[in-house]
C-alpha cells in the first residue's frame, strides 16, 4: 500500500521503535506484486521470518542496493533455511546480497551458498552459526567453507555434477557424517571434451571415517562406481547400503571384482529399489550381509 501511494519512493524504513509496537510484516504467503517498485533503493524492514525475507529478494525491487531486514525468528536458534524455486531471471542473487542482510553483528552470524539451475531456478541455504543441527537436506557443490561437525545425516541433490574433488570438500567439511544420500543423474566429465579428465579426477582416496549408511539409490551409475571402489574411497564402517542392483551388478561385475569388495564386506543391510532374493554369489561378497 505504502508503495502504491507514494510512486518515487527512494528510501523506506519500517522498524518499529519497541518491540510493542506492531507486529512484523509477513510477505511469504501475499501475491508476488504486493511489494514492488521500480524507483526504492534503500530498505530497512522487520519482517515475521526468513521466508518473508527471500520473498522480498524475489526480483520485484529492481533498483534496490541497500537492504537491511530483521528476521525474527534467525536469532534464537540454530537455523538451517533452504529455499528451491523459481526466480526472476534478470535478478541474479549472490551469497553477498543474503549475507548483507544480516548487519546486526550482536546476533548470531550466518553463513549461505546460492545455486542457480539455468536462469530460472535456484536453491538458497542459509546457516546460522555455530551450526548446530544434525541433519542438513539439498546440499549442492556450492558448499560454504565451514566444519559441520554436529552434522551426521546429509542429503546431497544437484542438477550439476558432483567431481572427486567435491568428495574431498566434503568429508572436511563433516567430518562425523554418518548417514550420507546422493540424489544425481548426471555423471562428471559426461561432455565429449572433457572425458580425458575421468582418470586424472582420482587424485586420492576419500575417506568417510564414521559413514555407517550410504543411500546411492538415485545416483548415476558412476557414484556407485566411486563409493564402492577402494581405490577411491575407503568406508571402514559402512553397514547399510541403497542401491540400485542392477548398477550393483555392473559395479561389482556379478560380484566378482576385487576393487569393490572391501567396502561390501561390513554390509549387513542391503536394500534395493524392490523386494529380491538375492543369489547365492551376493552373499558370498557381502559375508555379513542378513539372511
Known amino acids: 500500500m505504502i508503495l502504491d501511494f507514494f510512486k518515487n519512493l527512494n528510501h523506506l524504513s519500517i522498524l518499529p521503535s ?26 530497512c524492514i522487520n519482517t515475521n521470518n526468513f521466508d518473508d525475507c527471500l520473498a522480498l529478494l524475489d526480483g520485484h525491487l529492481k533498483q534496490l542496493t541497500s537492504f537491511i ?29 543474503i549475507l548483507s542482510t544480516f548487519t546486526n553483528s550482536k546476533h548470531q552470524q550466518v553463513a549461505c551458498m546460492v545455486d542457480y539451475f539455468g536462469h530460472w531456478e535456484l536453491i538458497c541455504g542459509v546457516f546460522s552459526l555455530p551450526v ?13 567453507n565451514i566444519v559441520f561437525t554436529t552434522v551426521t545425516h546429509l542429503k546431497l541433490w544437484d542438477k550439476h555434477p558432483f567431481k572427486h574433488e567435491f568428495f574431498i570438500r566434503l568429508t572436511q567439511a563433516f567430518p562425523f557424517l554418518q548417514d550420507l544420500s546422493i540424489n544425481i543423474i548426471q555423471p562428471p566429465f559426461w561432455k565429449s571434451r572433457e572425458r580425458h579428465l575421468y582418470e586424472i579426477d582420482w587424485c586420492s582416496i576419500v575417506e568417510y571415517s564414521y559413514l555407517v549408511s550410504l543411500n546411492i539409490t538415485c545416483a548415476h551409475i558412476h557414484y556407485v562406481e566411486h563409493f564402492l571402489n577402494d581405490t577411491k574411497t575407503h568406508l571402514p564402517r559402512l ?25 561390501c564386506a561390513k554390509i549387513k543391510q542391503l536394500i534395493a529399489e524392490q523386494s529380491m532374493i538375492y543369489p547365492k554369489d551376493v552373499y558370498d561378497y557381502f559375508p555379513l550381509l542378513s539372511l
Do not use: C, W
Request: proline share 6%.
Open 18 to 43: 519497541s518491540v510493542n509496537d506492531y507486529p512484523p510484516l509477513s510477505l511469504y504467503n501475499s501475491p508476488p506484486m504486493t511489494f514492488s517498485s521500480s524507483t526504492l533503493t534503500e530498505l
Open 69 to 97: 531486514v530483521q528476521a525474527n525468528r534467525i536469532y534464537k536458534t540454530s537455523l538451517f533455511y533452504n529455499m528451491h524455486g523459481s526466480v526472476d531471471p534478470d535478478v541474479r542473487i549472490s551469497n553477498s546480497d
Open 132 to 144: 548446530k543441527l544434525h541433519r542438513l537436506e539439498e546440499i549442492g557443490n556450492n558448499t560454504p
Open 239 to 263: 553397514t547399510e547400503l541403497k542401491v540400485n542392483y542392477v548398477n550393483l551388478e555392473i559395479v561389482t561385475n556379478k560380484f566378482t571384482r576385487a576393487e569393490t569388495r572391501r567396502n
